[in-house]
């Protein structure tokens, strides 16, 4: 048999790289970011973390405990240019500074994203001080949110909620009926409805609503990719995911 050596030509530069933090129970944050990255020049890698249910601040602050091991798992020993950690609750039960940090311990060179802080800055590229807010969580995790929110100054209106504890039934959700449910909030006097929990099938659903309400929409998947781009410079407009990434 005769033997070929070829030498093979390395790509010189790389995409940008996104590293995703998924709860292991999450059915919905991959699709959505896979939706809105697909075609385009950025690589997408993802892990997934335990997920403790029932969903309480306690179990969330236990989650954030495996980030840095987690995050390692990223493409080990190669560099990534975001890291984003997919959960709203758990951000505000574990702080962002903390997960910012564990982060940092795998991947240093890695700016950090959630959704809760990517909410804040799209409020405020909107100048939206007052807001209605739709959850699927449990009165403990809403109460949560809530406090988060109104220490970053913005005034919640009202808030409307399924009562769902298990990460696992809020990715059972369905997306026409959480339409219609949407659909019926009142938004007089707020500036824009904010849905939060990155396992809720909304991303897809949002320009409808937009439409629909007359309001700007907001969510956990949709502001969280949002910033993603942002962290890797991506400048280009994406149409079907809401006004947010029109701006």
């Not at 385009?40 to 335990?50: E, F, G, M």
């Not at 702080?95 to 909410?119: C, D, M």
């Not at 939206?128 to 995790?141: A, D, G, Q």
């Not at 409808?208 to 502001?223: A, P, R």
């Amino acid at each position: 048999m005769k033997l070929n050596k070829v030498e093979p030509k390395f790509i010189l530069k790389a995409n940008p790289r996104i590293g995703l933090i998924s709860l292991g129970s999450d059915f919905r944050i991959e699709k959505d970011f896979n939706n809105v990255v697909y075609g385009r020049n950025i690589d997408l890698y993802v892990n997934r973390i335990h997920c403790y249910n029932p969903l309480t601040n306690e179990t969330l602050a236990k989650m954030a405990e495996d980030i840095t091991n987690v995050t390692k798992e990223i493409l080990p020993d190669q560099k990534i240019d975001c890291v984003a950690y997919g959960c709203t609750s758990g951000t505000v039960a574990a702080g962002f500074s903390s997960i910012k940090k564990k982060i940092n311990l795998a991947k240093p060179e890695a700016k950090v994203t959630t959704p809760i802080t990517s909410a804040i800055k799209a409020f405020k590229k909107f100048n939206i001080n007052k807001i209605s807010v739709f959850t699927p969580y449990t009165k403990e995790i809403n109460d949560s949110i809530i406090n988060y929110f109104e220490k970053e100054g913005i005034t919640i209106n009202s808030l409307t909620y399924f009562d769902i504890a298990s990460d696992i039934d809020i990715g059972k959700v369905d997306p026409d009926d959480l339409f219609n449910v949407l659909s019926k909030i009142n938004l007089k006097d707020s500036d824009a409805l904010f849905v939060s929990c990155t396992a809720l099938p909304v991303l897809s659903i949002i320009d409808k609503l937009e439409t629909k309400l007359n309001k700007i929409v907001l969510s956990s998947n949709q502001t969280l990719i949002w910033d993603s781009l942002n962290q890797i410079d991506y400048k280009e407009k994406i149409k079907g995911f809401g006004k947010l990434f029109n701006i």
